[in-house]
């Protein structure tokens, strides 16, 4: 019988050697020789052992299989995939919002603005503080059956005599605060120029009625006008803070909110000469 070419086939799985041979030779081959030396790490885990045996002697293949990655590998091929929009995308992850507009912002505001009560007030008695030299104790109608005490720290910005009997415009829904002894009710509102040094009372048209509650917009906007928070709802939500940075004067010393005028029935609410000023 003529002689077949014999083929070795060894595959190591498990730790378990498979030998498959097919025919024999007449003469049987010598024994396969493993080497003693180990094979380089890489080629075992996950990998084949692969055994060739032809002709007179015996040789070793270590292959090592494509998905035998390493745990190096397959960490950094998972770090990819994360950070791939692509993937991301396909994970369901949400869109990042857009930009919110400037129409939006300022309709947000218009609304946290309606929330402050802002009222017509006379001043019917102002003095110095016993215990700060910065600030006046003022009586104030603000329609209400008593007067509301309220400090300002106008001393050295409005001569006391200009206060007495004086309209003004007032911030009425804050939380009482104690300023040197005295509970202070409310917020007289004033524009100040840039550097603080010139400071000038908002003026409500002359004839406002004291305790009228004050309005941004058109006249038509009076009747959408909110009903005003509680003086918590104020301070817990900050909604004078997010209102007061857009409170200005134009340069026709109108006090605005964006464009919108704040107004009383009379008419629009000014300054005496303070243009493109804060309103605070």
């Known amino acids: 019988m003529a002689p077949m070419a014999a083929v070795s086939n060894v595959a190591r799985c498990g730790g378990l050697l498979l030998l498959s041979t097919c025919r024999r030779r007449q003469l049987r081959p010598p024994p396969l020789a493993l080497p003693t030396a180990a094979p380089a790490p890489a080629a075992v885990k996950g990998g084949a052992l692969f055994a060739s045996r032809g002709g007179g002697g015996a040789a070793l293949r270590f292959c090592r299989a494509s998905s035998s990655a390493s745990a190096n590998e397959v960490e950094a091929a998972a770090a990819a995939s994360s950070s791939d929009p692509a993937a991301a995308e396909a994970k369901g992850a949400e869109p990042e919002p857009e930009p919110e507009s400037e129409e939006e912002r300022m309709r947000k505001i218009g609304e946290a603005a309606g929330a402050l009560d802002i009222r017509v007030g006379q001043v019917l008695k102002a003095?110095?503080?016993?215990?700060?030299?910065?600030?006046?104790?003022?009586?104030?109608?603000?329609?209400?059956?008593?007067?509301?005490?309220?400090?300002?720290?106008l001393v050295k910005y409005v001569p006391l005599q200009e206060l007495q009997g004086r309209n003004v415009v007032v911030l009425a829904n804050l939380k009482p605060r104690n300023?040197?002894?005295?509970?202070?009710?409310?917020?007289?509102?004033?524009?100040?120029?840039?550097?603080?040094?010139?400071?000038?009372?908002?003026?409500?048209?002359?004839?406002?009625?004291?305790?009228?509650?004050?309005?941004?917009?058109?006249?038509?906007?009076?009747?959408?006008?909110?009903?005003?928070?509680?003086?918590?709802?104020?301070?817990?939500?900050?909604?004078?803070?997010?209102?007061?940075?857009?409170?200005?004067?134009?340069?026709?010393?109108?006090?605005?909110?964006?464009?919108?005028?704040?107004?009383?029935?009379?008419?629009?609410?000014?300054?005496?000469?303070?243009?493109?000023?804060?309103?605070?």
Not at 226 to 241: D, L
Request: hydrophobic residues 35%.
């Open 127 to 153: 003095w110095r503080h016993e215990e700060a030299d910065t600030l006046y104790v003022e009586e104030v109608d603000v329609g209400e059956a008593e007067p509301r005490i309220i400090c300002s720290g």
């Open 179 to 280: 300023m040197r002894g005295v509970k202070s009710n409310g917020m007289l509102l004033a524009a100040s120029d840039a550097s603080h040094e010139n400071i000038e009372l908002l003026l409500p048209p002359e004839g406002s009625i004291p305790g009228e509650r004050i309005w941004f917009g058109s006249e038509e906007e009076k009747e959408n006008q909110p009903p005003p928070v509680t003086p918590n709802q104020v301070q817990k939500k900050k909604i004078w803070e997010s209102v007061q940075p857009h409170l200005k004067t134009d340069a026709s010393c109108n006090a605005v909110l964006g464009d919108r005028f704040m107004r009383t029935s009379l008419g629009v609410v000014v300054c005496k000469s303070l243009k493109n000023a804060n309103v605070s």
